[in-house]
């Protein structure tokens, strides 16, 4: 029972086992997960998200023992559970427009890998398979606290000179 429990938790209860991008349908529960944390105050989201994080880490090693120890694609509870390290304490990101851009970016950034999201890959277990995708959002929110403050700045200089 305890397996077929993790399976589902592992797996977004079934998101993951799409048959085309399952970490992309999988990484959609982490919005909701996401718009609810950036309602509470920024300790509590921190703490939030350490104890998620601390959770995936166990049910992706089990969920992988499944696979043969790998970090198959329909395992996406490292998606959801990290996502919303991308816009954490980003209180901009409570609008659905850019909600969405950091979702994009973060798939962009978990799906191509480029370094040093890369060499996550060869830490073995579900310390692994979570790291990566901690990384990708960490990457995520660096670019959209810079994009956001540019914008800031862009839209507080129009409107000192209309």
Same mark, same amino acid.
């Given at each position: ?16 086992? /799409?048959?085309?991008? #399952? ?6 529960? &982490? $919005? ?5 944390? @950036?309602?509470? *105050? ?49 209180? /901009?990101?409570?609008? #659905? ?6 979702? &994009? $970016? ?5 799906? @191509?890998?480029? *370094? ?47």
């Amino acid at each position: 029972m305890l397996d077929t429990v993790n399976f589902w938790i592992a797996t977004g209860f079934g998101l993951g086992l /799409a048959p085309m991008a #399952p970490g992309t349908f999988g990484s959609l529960l &982490g $919005i909701p997960l996401a718009w609810w944390l @950036l309602s509470r *105050p920024l300790g509590q989201q921190g703490a939030i998200m350490a104890t998620l994080l601390l959770l995936a880490i166990p049910v992706c090693h089990v969920a992988a023992r499944h696979y043969a120890g790998l970090d198959h694609g329909s395992i996406v509870a490292d998606e959801y559970v990290a996502f919303p390290l991308a816009v954490i304490g980003l209180q /901009a990101a409570r609008h #659905p427009l850019v909600m969405a851009l950091a979702f &994009g $970016i973060y798939r962009f950034f978990d799906g @191509l890998k480029p *370094p040093p999201i890369h060499l996550a890959e060869y830490v073995h277990g579900g310390f692994g398979i979570v790291l990566d995708d901690v990384i990708a959002a960490l990457v995520t929110w660096v670019v959209m606290a810079i994009g956001l403050k540019l914008w800031q700045r862009r839209t507080s200089g129009q409107q000192l000179n209309s």
